[in-house]
């Protein structure tokens, strides 16, 4: 596939998702939680409800359409969290003193070895479950990840040529920090952080399918997937549809990482 | 003498099991302290509801020690790690050590039986897709996007409603023999041999193109008869690597799968205990694999040292 239609593909994903998240009755018909018995259970095609309805008769269709704001909730706000929280870490390690970075460069490496869904578990077990501290436990297990690549750009780059000669020509730290450093070190920030957003909306669609996310009767795709496990052999296109809708949102953030790497370079 | 201890392979893997055992341990700890509600409170909440009295109450919290200074909470914890000892379960009134000893065993065959898979897939497709030029050019970047978008525990209602109840070939849930173990090792493997096949297929092409191959080839021996006895030896080296590193996805895959598939293992009880807030038992989960990644991930440096010792130690 070439670059360009690739790239394509990916920014209508996203444009899609954003509608979705944004204006979701724009594109869906029916309320995605009012229960509707006498139509549980529609197979696909069925008029007016083209993917069939789950088993509390709720349009299948539109609570895809309403499940795309929770998961760009998940996935930017845990991003977020992993970001600035990383960034700062990596901030303090890369231009603070050798012990300092020795210190905190040892903790990554050490916060590096647990698993991060476990780490997310952990944080859930004293939390409890629901919508937000899953995102908080998902944005604080990724604070390592960002935290160990932002500390290597910064010392990458604070002894690369251009910052020597530009202290050699009398810039002061303030301004090579400001001007120089910093700009340079978020590049491949920016390209981990497009992907983590992918990442975070899978593991949040993991916890909530493992029953640790949102509470029914949330339009969720992981609950969705949880609720269409019993349906399996009977209306397989119940766990289908969920679970497509999390790959593209996951594959378009791919995408827009590797353009964003590509850019950068 | 003692430089030699020093730098001996086992001595600096003791060192880094200590600091991970020494920095879990904490952090287990300051989660545990960190959260609203003691430890102590949700101990005795949780018993509360079989009528217990204020008397046992105190007794209770003077036996876990809760009525000590946090310091000296924090010593006897993290010293009651070191020795092995990670506390009693809440909910099952055992050992942790003991519980997690009783679940490993299917865990392990689920992690062996996946990263086996993915090893023999990965080569398998590497091998025979070497010589398609843009074939095998797509297949790459369209893996490259696919295996890290799909979410596993989808794969496996995938599998399960295709190859298990479409086609009746597999069952469903269990743990009885090996049959069973294909459908939850798959829903692991698949990711990791697409992970793997982006690795191997330009080492592989890398290697076809180098002398000693070309002499090989020259001296009558079959294009994959040469593949698989030079160039691969040379190419799985990364792989090796790569798949000590997968061992915390196989873990929070145990989590994933076990619960698919309704396997027994250390993945379930994980579940388990956070759903009902069994604290030590899921902090002794996360000290244990902490533990065990860097176990896994200095004996594998160690090892590719050994095979091919031009690589310098990092």
Redesign the interface.
């Known amino acids: 596939m070439s670059q360009k239609k690739l790239l394509l593909i990916g920014g209508a994903i996203w444009a899609l998702l954003l509608l979705a998240a944004l204006w979701p009755q724009l594109i869906a018909g029916y309320d995605p939680i009012q229960s509707n018995p006498l139509r549980a259970l529609k197979p696909l095609g069925t008029e007016g409800h083209w993917l069939g309805t789950d088993y509390l008769g709720r349009d299948v269709w539109s609570r895809l359409v309403h499940g795309a704001r929770p998961a760009m909730l998940m996935g930017l706000g845990a991003t977020a969290i992993a970001l600035v929280g990383g960034v700062l870490l990596g901030l303090i390690a890369g231009l603070g003193g050798k012990r300092l970075d020795t210190f905190l460069n040892g903790a990554f490496d050490v916060l590096f070895a647990f698993p991060d869904l476990l780490l997310a578990l952990l944080m859930i077990t004293m939390l409890g479950a629901g919508n937000f501290n899953a995102l908080l436990a998902i944005g604080i297990s990724g604070i390592p990840t960002f935290a160990r690549l932002m500390r290597g750009e910064i010392r990458r780059i604070r002894n690369s040529e251009f910052v020597m000669s530009s202290t050699a020509l009398g810039v002061s730290r303030r301004a090579n920090i400001l001007r120089h450093i910093l700009p340079n070190a978020l590049g491949p920030v920016v390209v981990l952080a497009s992907l983590f957003v992918g990442r975070a909306i899978t593991y949040g669609a993991s916890l909530s399918f493992l029953g640790l996310g949102p509470a029914r009767p949330t339009p969720e795709w992981g609950l969705m997937l949880a609720d269409a496990q019993l349906y399996l052999s009977m209306m397989p296109w119940l766990a289908i549809f969920p679970g497509i809708a999390i790959t593209l949102s996951a594959a378009a953030s791919v995408i827009l990482a590797r353009a964003l790497r590509r850019t950068a370079e | 003498m003692l430089r030699t201890i020093r730098e001996s392979f086992l001595f600096s893997l003791f060192l880094k099991v200590v600091?991970?055992t020494w920095?879990?341990s904490t952090?287990?700890f300051i989660?545990?302290h960190a959260?609203p509600g003691t430890y102590a409170d949700i101990l005795t909440s949780d018993l509360s509801q079989y009528g217990i009295s204020p008397e046992r109450r105190q007794e209770i919290i003077a036996a876990y020690g809760f009525d000590r200074p946090v310091w000296q909470q924090y010593l006897l914890y993290v010293g009651n790690v070191f020795r092995g000892d990670l506390g009693m379960s809440y909910a099952q009134s055992q050992p942790v050590g003991q519980i997690i000893a009783g679940q490993i065993g299917p865990t392990m065959e689920l992690a062996f039986a996946s990263i086996g898979l993915a090893l023999v897939t990965a080569v398998a497709v590497a091998v025979v897709t070497v010589r398609a030029g843009w074939f095998g050019q797509?297949l790459t970047?369209?893996l490259?996007?696919?295996v890290?978008?799909?979410?596993?525990?989808?794969l496996g209602?995938?599998l399960?409603?295709?190859l298990s109840?479409?086609l009746g070939w597999f069952p469903a849930s269990g743990s009885q023999g090996l049959w069973s173990l294909v459908l939850p090792a798959a829903t692991l493997a698949i990711p990791m041999a697409g992970t793997f096949v982006q690795i191997l297929r330009p080492e592989l092409q890398n290697e076809v193109q180098a002398p000693y191959f070309i002499t090989a080839r020259a001296r009558g021996r079959r294009y994959y008869s040469a593949v698989l006895r030079h160039a691969l030896t040379h190419a799985m080296l990364p792989i090796l690597t790569l798949s000590a590193s997968y061992?915390?996805?196989l873990?929070?895959g145990a989590?994933?799968v076990e619960?698919l598939f309704g396997r027994p293992g250390v993945g379930r009880i994980?579940?388990n205990?956070?759903?009902i807030?069994?604290?030590p038992l899921?902090?002794g989960?996360?000290i244990l694999?902490?533990?065990a990644?860097?176990v896994i991930n200095q004996s594998v440096d160690r090892l590719i040292l050994w095979i091919d010792p031009r690589i310098e130690k990092r």
């Open positions: 600091i991970v920095a879990a952090i287990t989660v545990m959260t797509g970047s369209v490259e996007v696919v890290v978008s799909v979410p596993s525990f989808w209602l995938v399960l409603t295709t109840f479409g061992f915390a996805f873990v929070s989590v994933i619960n994980m579940l205990a956070v759903v807030k069994d604290v899921v902090s989960i996360v694999s902490a533990v990644f860097v």
